[in-house]
Structure formats: structure tokens, C-alpha cells
């Protein structure tokens, strides 16, 4: 009899944490998740180097993130019962700590209740804004279509985000989250996916900073056929330290998962990438498999990368993979004898990694295509 092992949970404490008065509107809404959030210490990670925490003051946000989309300001809807129950409904995430603080004190955050087809973009500035803490929800009706796109930007201190969403049967869901925030302290964001029969999700992270990132997915594959598909690529630079984690839990059969990672490491940064495939048994002729490829252009850069598989039935096709290297030097030498320098040899093998990610953008967001272009010249 095989049990899965969780690590222990390693904790430390702040004298300065939030108080009741530091959430921003809807206190009484707020109290019993405040009072849970005051339970938990802050998580130690070894591996991204995070053991303290200094408290950054959780102000109003200062502009309009929503630029596209027909969709509610979290904070608007926690008056409606029914919504509010979706939007505060707790999740573990990168870890309870954060998630309950997203729940509890966030200044920016949408809510959407979708039947048809819609766009939605929004865009967070950290100039303006040094704390953004968002809560976001959105509940996809059957048959409906919905492309997210999240951009984060510039140099704020610290981004906690805590998004849920809800996928009914034959709904299918594309997020890009693009994080252009190198000089950010810290970055979080946890995201829960939960999908009924033929539901679809396809998810792109391309990461570019902060200093230190903490990224997690899970999707619950309840209905049949459902397809969850979860792909990033980032480049980290610097003493950038990078924790990944996606998860794909199979209930219901027939259901399809892939897990893909591709990463490019320069300077002393460092990634892990975790990839959790849980087939249970109810799972029959589930489908699922996870890769991690990771590029080193320095040698002191590191990557780990912890594949896992949890298969409870027989009936299925599960698979994992990780690879760890250099640039290519065949690839480098044939570019080089055509003309190329090296540094822009290896820009152009850079670029073919994220190319696939880029073109998956809509068509009409051809600036953020440019702007990622750019974001790998920077770091080369």
C-alpha cells in the first residue's frame, strides 16, 4: 500500500502582520477569513530563499487594471450571497498563508459570470501600485468561451494573487499570465481550476522576474472528457529564484491533461519546477503526461525539476519527463557560420524556445508580442 508524503510544513513568525484594520472595504464580510488568516505563521521555502517577510501597506489601487472586458470589480459583487460564497472560498495555493491573505485584504481583482463568448484584459501597474494583492473569480456557463489576459509590470515590492475559477460542461477557458516584474520582491499566485464534462482549459506563463516567485496551479478534472493544459516558459537572470508548481488531479474519465515547462537560466538564478499528475481511481482511460526542459547559459544557474505521478488505476496513460542542459553547440556553431555573432545566435535559439507561447497570443496583441521579443534581448 503505496500513501503519498507530504514535506512538512516549515513556518516562521512576523511581529508586524496584517490587522483587522488593514483590510480595505467590506470588513464585516472579512472578519472570519481574517481571523483564520491570523491562525497561520508565514511558510519557510528553502529552496527560493524566503524566510521573512516584511509587512507592505495594502492601499486602494490607483488606476484602472480592467482595459478590456465586460466584468465586475471583485469588491462589487461581495454583497450578492451566492457570489460571495465563489469568491471567498478558501484553497491552499502556493500555500494557505498567502491565498487567505489575497482572500482577505486584496485591492484589485475581478469577477465575472460568463455565458457566451468574451475577451477580457487587464493590466496591473506596479509603478503606481507597489502592493497588489488581487482576488479574482470567474464562472464560465455551458457552452461559453473566455480569453483571459493578465499582464503584470514594473517595479512594485510585492504581487499576491488568488484567482478561482469554474468551468460548467462544454466551456473552455485560455489564460495568458505575463509577468514583466524582475525588480518585484516578491511574486505569488495561486489558481484553482475546477471543470465539468468536455471543459477545457489551456494556460500560458511567461515569467520574466521577480526576485523571487512562487507560482501554482491545480486543476480538478471532475467531468468527463474535460482537458486541462498548463504550459510556461520563463527566463530567469540575476540571483532570481523561481518555484513552479502545476498539478493536474484526474476524477472523471476520459480526462486529458499536459503539463510543459521550458526555461532558460542565466547569471546565478535559479527554478524548480514541480509537476503533480494525481489519477484517481475513478479516472478510467484518463490521459496525462508532464516535461520540464530547462537551457543553462551560465554555469552557475541551477535547475531542479520533481516530476510526480500518482496513478490509482490501471486503465490509463500516464507519462513524465525532465531534461536539464546547455545551448544546443551544433545549433550555435551553424548559426555562427552564417553570419551571426554569438550573442545573437543565442538570442535567436532563445526566441525559438518562447516562440511557440508567442503565438498563441491573439493577433490584435501584437505590442505584447514585441514587448516579450524584447524582455529575452534584455536578459541575454
Not at 471567498?88 to 491573505?101: Q, S, W, Y
Not at 465539468?196 to 489551456?202: P, R, T
Not at 537572470?237 to 476524477?251: M, Q, S, T, V
Not at 490509463?316 to 545573437?344: C, F, P, Q, T, W
Amino acid at each position: 500500500m503505496f500513501a503519498r508524503v507530504e514535506p512538512k510544513r516549515e513556518n516562521f513568525k512576523i511581529s508586524d502582520d496584517y490587522k483587522l484594520e488593514d483590510i480595505i472595504e467590506n470588513k464585516e464580510s472579512l472578519k472570519e477569513l481574517f481571523f483564520e488568516y491570523s491562525q497561520y505563521d508565514f511558510p519557510k521555502w528553502k529552496r527560493l530563499e524566503f524566510s521573512d517577510f516584511k509587512k507592505m501597506p495594502v492601499k486602494k489601487y490607483i488606476g484602472n487594471f480592467v482595459k478590456e472586458g465586460n466584468v465586475s470589480l471583485s469588491r462589487d459583487v461581495l454583497n450578492v450571497r451566492k457570489y460571495r460564497e465563489f469568491l471567498l472560498e478558501k484553497f491552499n495555493g502556493v500555500d494557505p498563508k498567502f491565498t487567505l491573505m489575497a482572500l482577505t485584504f486584496f485591492n484589485s481583482g475581478i469577477f465575472g459570470d460568463i455565458d457566451g463568448n468574451s475577451k477580457i484584459t487587464l493590466q496591473y501597474d506596479m509603478d503606481k501600485n507597489k502592493s497588489i494583492v488581487e482576488n479574482s473569480g470567474l464562472i464560465l456557463q455551458p457552452d461559453s468561451f473566455v480569453i483571459l489576459i493578465r499582464e503584470y509590470r514594473s517595479a512594485g515590492k510585492f504581487l499576491n494573487s488568488a484567482s478561482k475559477l469554474s468551468l460548467r460542461r462544454d466551456s473552455k477557458l485560455k489564460i495568458f499570465n505575463i509577468f514583466f516584474n524582475s525588480r518585484t520582491d516578491l511574486v505569488i499566485s495561486s489558481n484553482l481550476y475546477n471543470l465539468e464534462e468536455n471543459a477545457q482549459i489551456e494556460i500560458y506563463d511567461v515569467i520574466f522576474g521577480g526576485q523571487k516567485t512562487a507560482i501554482n496551479h491545480d486543476a480538478n478534472l471532475n467531468g468527463e472528457n474535460s482537458k486541462a493544459t498548463f504550459k510556461s516558459v520563463y527566463f530567469g537572470r540575476g540571483k532570481e529564484r523561481l518555484d513552479l508548481r502545476y498539478a493536474i488531479n484526474h476524477f472523471g474519465e476520459k480526462t486529458y491533461g499536459r503539463i510543459e515547462s521550458n526555461g532558460v537560466l542565466n547569471d546565478e538564478s535559479y527554478s524548480v519546477v514541480r509537476g503533480n499528475i494525481d489519477i484517481k481511481k475513478t479516472a478510467y482511460n484518463a490521459d496525462s503526461e508532464e516535461k520540464s526542459t530547462v537551457t543553462n547559459l551560465s554555469p552557475k544557474a541551477r535547475a531542479d525539476s520533481i516530476p510526480s505521478l500518482f496513478v490509482d488505476n490501471s486503465n490509463v496513460v500516464a507519462k513524465h519527463g525532465a531534461s536539464v542542459g546547455n545551448i544546443d553547440e551544433n545549433k550555435l556553431y551553424y548559426l555562427m557560420s552564417r553570419g551571426l555573432d554569438e550573442r545573437s545566435a543565442i538570442k535567436l535559439i532563445i526566441s525559438g524556445i518562447f516562440e511557440p507561447f508567442i503565438d498563441e497570443i491573439p493577433p490584435d496583441n501584437s505590442e505584447l508580442k514585441g514587448e516579450i521579443e524584447d524582455a529575452i534581448s534584455i536578459r541575454i
